[in-house]
């Protein structure tokens, strides 16, 4: 593959937003699809570069492409006196997964899109032009060589986002919402600025390659590094929606459902677990900073699930399963680290090696959690709502969203075969290594989320159909073929994409581990350890729970629901965050102290100064047209009297 079609990449999605933005959107019609096909083509384009790319680096030594230093790859960016910042791709095995997941499942969501988009004549253009944008701004994170130029793509990663969620801007809800978003994240961002900053101060560099060896070197160590890395991953936690950074992510499904998709699965929410893996070999050199990561991901993870259970908004209930999921993957790069540390061989490869279980987890969860978001617009183009009280009975009316969810909900809920339950029971085994508690969360967590995927299961799909939104749809049907069609492609890769690390080839590519036979990646894992078969038995038992409660309803929901009233309260309130930060620190404490106290000094400090100089001249100004009395004898008067003043002076001192 020539060394400048890596960049193309990056670059057809921005040419993409580029044509829609300044030809296709002010001179073509807002109702043509001519937007939706030049979007698709350019980053089905780009989905095909990545596989290709993929498949280079996989034959190439070491699972990574150095590319020469030419112009397109080592471009000047920015030089400051004798130091130059250059513009730069990293191609290994980790860049080269994540282009493969960035584009596909771009690529399915922008497909689904032209069924579910057509009918918003207004928007349909800029919708399509902010999504090639966003594409972009991912693809450029993950292919930059340093941290400067991650941290500008992260920027436009968030400002994407702050776009699409609040797509609807008319719609009060959604504006809030994009806010919210944008400025949570803000603060997980700051902490990232400053560990870069501080790196930059400690070492004279933003290379990532440069960072990772000096840390290896022990060159950049101590509590520097400890600060460095929780800063990144205070930047990582705000992206990712970690505890307590979380609450933006709920209110983000007031964006279309495919923007949820892709916001969700494959691009926003991912950026922040692939900055950890990118940064992983400075956070393998603190035992407090893997300590910290592996500890907020796994309490995030038995949280956000706890609220799941309760939720009655189809996205709101997936929305806390990607908060979950996304909590499992940093308790999986979390306890990795903890025993990298432990056993003292804390090398790159090493370090990069130990990122496995948590990537691969990333790269599963993207294919099903896309294929269930998608599956709830099926569901709410068909019927208006998202609420699931007025649903059910929607599985014979339609078979394709129905089958298509169902499997995404098993891959999900981590059941054998299918590929969430490869990665998922990875990352438990490399959590009973790491930390017991955190294991043991792990483990109920894996009741819970089969437990509330199957809730969703048979509120939605089975029973009787009980309205839906007469005022939006009248009788409830299948998707068309061009929303189907991704569902199903997706559906096969929630199905099959776990065998490739089953048979050791995804351990293999990222230095993991070694190939397996067919045997041996089938049934090894149930052999080398009874967890996997017991985290089998919970997920089994989540849905069982679920059938009786929901479906047969021989245990009664609002019976047991009564029973614990408190904790229902509890986790449908969401323990109470939205109004700890919302009411408490923004309004009473921000506007109502701080921010209080800086008007003040603003209105009666500064204004005060301004106002009473003004006030001051005006004043002067009065008095001095006082003495402008129009008369001229009046004025000789004055000056034969200065004259004499200034005589007298003179002779005195003179």
């Not at 987890?361 to 959690?369: G, N, S, V």
């Not at 109004?579 to 109502?592: M, N, Q, S, T």
Request: aromatic fraction near 14%; charged fraction near 10%; hydrophobic fraction near 55%.
């Amino acid at each position: 593959m020539p060394d400048q079609a890596y960049w193309f990449i990056f670059l057809l999605p921005v040419i993409s937003f580029g044509l829609i933005s300044l030809f296709i959107r002010p001179f073509v019609n807002s109702k043509s699809s001519v937007s939706g096909l030049i979007a698709i083509t350019a980053i089905g384009a780009s989905a095909v570069l990545s596989i290709w790319a993929l498949t280079e680096v996989m034959g190439a030594p070491n699972h990574e492409i150095i590319l020469p230093d030419v112009t397109i790859n080592n471009a000047p960016w920015l030089t400051i006196g004798d130091f130059t910042i250059n513009l730069g791709i990293i191609m290994d095995s980790l860049t080269a997964v994540m282009l493969v997941v960035v584009t596909v499942v771009s690529l399915m969501v922008q497909i689904y899109s032209l069924g579910y988009m057509q009918h918003d004549e207004a928007g349909y253009t800029r919708y399509y032009a902010w999504m090639s944008l966003f594409t972009a701004s991912m693809l450029g994170l993950v292919i930059a060589n340093n941290l400067l130029m991650m941290f500008v793509f992260w920027e436009m990663v968030g400002l994407c986002s702050y776009l699409l969620i609040g797509f609807w801007f008319h719609k009060p809800s959604a504006a809030n919402a994009a806010k919210k978003a944008f400025i949570v994240t803000r603060f997980g961002d700051f902490g990232f600025l400053v560990a870069i900053l501080l790196l930059f101060a400690n070492t004279g560099t933003f290379d990532t390659a440069e960072l990772s060896g000096l840390a290896a070197a022990g060159a950049l160590a101590g509590a520097t590094l400890t600060w460095v890395a929780i800063g990144i991953f205070a930047g990582a936690m705000g992206k990712s929606a970690q505890f307590p950074f979380h609450i933006w992510l709920p209110d983000a499904m007031e964006g279309p459902t495919p923007v949820s998709a892709l916001i969700h699965s494959a691009t926003m929410v991912s950026a922040g677990v692939f900055l950890v893996a990118r940064t992983f070999p400075i956070f393998a050199h603190s035992l407090e900073a893997v300590t910290v990561v592996a500890t907020i991901g796994g309490f995030t993870a038995i949280f956000a699930a706890s609220m799941g259970l309760v939720m009655n908004d189809i996205k709101r209930v997936l929305a806390y399963s990607t908060i979950s999921q996304l909590g499992y993957m940093m308790l999986g790069l979390g306890a990795a680290g903890i025993i990298l540390f432990h056993e003292g061989n804390v090398t790159v490869e090493a370090a990069k090696a130990a990122t496995t279980f948590g990537i691969f987890h990333l790269a599963t969860h993207a294919f099903f959690k896309s294929l269930l978001f998608l599956g709830a617009g099926s569901v709410n183009h068909a019927t208006g709502t998202f609420d699931m009280r007025l649903m059910g009975g929607l599985r014979k009316i339609m078979p394709w969203t129905y089958i298509t969810f169902l499997l995404g909900s098993l891959s999900l809920a981590g059941v054998w075969p299918l590929a969430g339950f490869w990665s998922k029971d990875e990352i438990l085994v490399t959590a009973l290594d790491g930390n017991v508690v955190l294991f043991i969360l792990a483990m109920i967590t894996v009741f819970m989320t089969a437990f509330y995927m199957f809730r969703v299961i048979y509120m939605t799909f089975h029973g009787k159909y009980r309205g839906g939104d007469p005022e939006a749809h009248g009788h409830p049907h299948e998707s068309p073929k061009v929303m189907v069609a991704p569902l199903v492609f997706l559906a096969v890769l929630a199905v099959v994409a776990g065998f490739w690390n089953a048979f050791g080839h995804f351990g293999e590519l990222m230095g993991h581990g070694h190939t397996k036979s067919f045997i041996d990646g089938f049934f090894g894992i149930f052999t080398h350890s009874p967890w996997p078969i017991i985290s089998l038995l919970l997920a089994l038992g989540g849905i069982l729970l679920a059938y009786l409660m929901y479906n047969t309803k021989k245990i009664s929901a609002e019976r047991i629901g009564a029973r614990f009233q408190a904790l229902y309260v509890m986790f449908s309130r969401k323990y109470w965050m939205d109004e700890l930060y919302e009411d408490l620190i923004v309004r009473k404490a921000l506007l109502g102290g701080f921010f209080a106290g800086l008007q003040k000094l603003d209105t009666r400090g500064v204004d005060g100064v301004v106002n009473g100089a003004a006030n001051a001249i005006m004043s002067s100004g009065d008095v001095v047209r006082k003495v402008q009395t129009g008369q001229f004898q009046l004025y000789a008067l004055s000056i034969a009297l200065g004259a004499s003043a200034i005589a007298i002076i003179l002779y005195i001192f003179g």
